[in-house]
């Protein structure tokens, strides 16, 4: 089956606590996208990349690292995580940009 | 640059009515337009899609948009509400860079009987 997967699904963590939620594709889609949902504020991007070893800033990337080592993988690093981070954090997938865009199913993070 | 309006945060139809939820964009080249659905506790998924062919396109579950250059417009209607249409709608938009998707803040539709 083709999916977007995410783990974890729920975190609670500390501030300053390091932190990865990992992505994976199984459709060997070239790019990848890192989201967050906020109420009112809808999905913004956070990084995206559009191949292995090629990623680039989205519109909210301060705070948050990433990497794409593998065409299947693409994690979200917080390396040192702040309150203002707590949101719903989506992988999304394509086959190009423009292309539809497969969602994983979140991870809700809470940095306390 | 690229953005999204949607107007109207929460929409409420009762259940048999005419779905009609906006979106105006703003893109300096010709855009690419989405409207993904999320159900609660779910990830997004997609409606439909316009990518310069037909203007009238024609979605998922009877959903369909129109794109209308003139007015910047691609709003999103169904002739009949369900109650399983009960969800938030996004509207989003690409200029064609790789992977670069701007999302509205959706709107979240009601569904009554």
């Known amino acids: 089956e083709a999916q977007v997967t995410q783990n974890p699904r729920y975190l609670i963590t500390v501030t300053g606590k390091k932190l990865t939620v990992t992505c994976s594709q199984n459709?060997?889609?070239?790019?990848m996208s890192w989201y967050r949902q906020d109420p009112g504020l809808g999905l913004r991007q956070i990084y995206y990349s559009m191949n292995v070893e090629v990623t680039d800033k989205g519109d909210v990337p301060e705070g948050y690292k990433v990497s794409r080592k593998e065409k299947r993988n693409f994690p979200l690093i917080l390396e040192s995580p702040s309150p203002n981070q707590t949101s719903l954090y989506f992988c999304a997938s394509s086959n190009r940009g423009v292309d539809t865009q497969y969602f994983g199913p979140g991870t809700r993070l809470t940095v306390l | 640059a690229q953005s999204v309006t949607q107007l109207g945060s929460h929409v409420s139809v009762s259940e048999g009515a005419l779905v009609l939820l906006r979106c105006n964009y703003s893109s300096s080249v010709p855009p690419y337009l989405f409207w993904y659905v999320q159900y609660p506790n779910q990830g997004l998924q997609l409606l439909l899609k316009y990518t310069s062919a037909a203007t009238l396109v024609k979605g998922i579950n009877g959903f369909e948009a129109e794109f209308k250059k003139s007015e910047t417009s691609f709003h999103l209607t169904k002739p009949s509400a369900h109650m399983s249409d009960a969800a938030e709608y996004f509207c989003?938009?690409?200029?064609?860079?790789?992977?670069?998707?701007?999302f509205g803040t959706g709107t979240r539709l009601q569904v009554t009987l």
């Open positions: 459709m060997n889609h070239e790019y």
């Open positions: 989003a938009v690409s200029s064609g860079t790789a992977s670069k998707l701007t």
